[in-house]
């Protein structure tokens, strides 16, 4: 496997993991970004985590407030 290849999966695992955590947000309309995490920490790191909601909040697809409640505001299912 060369390095565009090995890139290439890299990105697409990324968006894997992006596409699971906003799916989650949507199923439970609301969560706190800690309970979240919580039952994500022994697959993601909490930086990436942090990315992955960063990269939902700048998409507006996900809105979080004072408190980090994340609520989804993207389109329905």
């Known amino acids: 496997m060369n390095e565009r290849e090995t890139n290439i999966q890299k990105l697409e695992a990324t968006l894997a993991v992006a596409r ?3 799916d989650a947000v949507r199923e439970l309309g ?3 970004a ?3 995490y919580v039952r994500l920490m022994d697959k993601i790191s909490l930086q990436s985590f942090e990315g992955v ?3 939902l909040v700048r998409s507006e697809l996900v809105r979080r407030d ?3 409640l994340l ?3 993207g389109p329905a299912k």
């Open 20 to 22: 699971a955590i906003a």
């Open 30 to 32: 609301s969560v706190p």
């Open 34 to 36: 800690g309970h979240l």
């Open 53 to 55: 909601i960063g990269l």
């Open 66 to 68: 004072g408190s980090h």
């Open 71 to 73: 609520t989804w505001i």
